[in-house]
């Protein structure tokens, strides 16, 4: 089993900036992509920023030129740079992690959130 833990979370005002950690722990064989998702109230969850472990980065349009997506293989942790913070920014994040168990198999782990709100 692999625990996600996600750090760094909080209260911003608009135009300000965050950086989101989360680390990996437990029996890891080799993992894969790290991605992070958000979910605003109301609204379904959807994919912000996702890494592989070769370092290729996507993201979603709302955020390209303001998130930062890194990683640190050594460390499996990933980090989420958010600049320039937008109201609409707020919503709970998640950590998400596959890792290929060998065999062809691959497991989906979650962190459990942290609140990013942007508000004056």
């Known amino acids: 089993q692999v625990q996600l833990v996600e750090s760094g979370g909080g209260l911003v005002q608009p135009g300000g900036s965050l950086r989101l950690s989360c680390a990996a722990s437990?029996?890891?064989?080799?993992?894969?992509?790290m991605d992070w998702y958000r979910q605003a109230p109301g609204k379904q969850r959807e994919l912000v920023a996702s890494?592989?472990?070769?370092?290729?980065?996507s993201y979603v349009d709302s955020v390209k030129g303001r998130f930062t997506i890194s990683r640190d293989n050594a460390k499996n942790t990933v980090y989420l740079q958010m600049n320039s913070l937008k109201p609409e920014d707020t919503a709970v994040y998640y950590c998400?992690?596959?890792?290929?168990?060998?065999?062809?198999?691959?497991?989906?782990?979650w962190g459990q959130g942290t609140q990013v709100t942007v508000s004056s």
């Open positions: 890494t592989t472990s070769g370092g290729h980065t």
């Open positions: 998400n992690a596959v890792d290929a168990v060998g065999g062809g198999n691959l497991k989906l782990y």
């Open positions: 437990g029996t890891i064989f080799s993992i894969t992509t």
